[in-house]
């Protein structure tokens, strides 16, 4: 997915070795940061240049390779995923406990939870920590990551 980048950095004379691009690809893998433009830009300038030297190099390979991401809708990538909602219930039903379901039910179901967090990821226009309402982290929101909300989807 990212070799379009790795080959452009070394094509621009940026010294980035294998060993750094799996380094960069794993701390992807692990979500050290989700759907956030500058964090994903520090990750991997911070695994990929070794010499401070080569910052304003892979600062021009950064800009061309990513240019217009921020400019991607939530609907374009909402339709992008393609997840199929069965496929989102039986994911559900192996990994939530009955008393978890019962609280999603409570909600108003399934649908409605995934109804009203496509509407908020169409309202939420930054990064959100903490509070009750906007999809982030460390929160009671339904929705985000590191939070404490039993009815809540895990997103991140």
């Known amino acids: 997915m990212f070799l379009v980048f790795f080959e452009a950095l070394r094509t621009a004379k940026v010294p980035v070795s294998l060993r750094e691009y799996l ?24 695994t990929m240049v070794k ?14 390779v990513f240019k ?8 374009a990538i909402l339709e992008a995923a393609n997840v199929p909602h069965d496929w989102l219930e039986k994911h559900a039903e192996k990994h939530l406990s009955a008393q978890e379901k ?12 995934m109804e009203t967090l496509k509407k908020r990821l169409e309202e939420q226009r930054k990064r ?5 309402k906007w999809i982030g982290t460390a929160g009671t929101s339904p929705f985000g990551a590191y939070g404490f909300n039993p009815e809540g989807v895990r997103i991140g």
Do not use: C, P, W
Request: no cysteine; hydrophobic share 35%; proline share 0%.
């Open 68 to 75: 217009g991401m921020e400019d991607i809708s939530t609907d």
């Open 128 to 132: 959100h920590q903490g509070g009750n």
């Open 23 to 46: 380094s960069f690809l794993e701390a992807v893998k692990t979500g050290l940061v989700t759907y956030n433009v500058e964090g994903f830009y520090y990750l991997a300038r911070t």
């Open 51 to 64: 010499d401070e030297r080569n910052l304003d190099r892979f600062d021009q390979v950064f800009a061309h």
């Open 102 to 113: 019962a609280e999603i039910e409570a909600l108003g179901g399934f649908d409605r939870l």
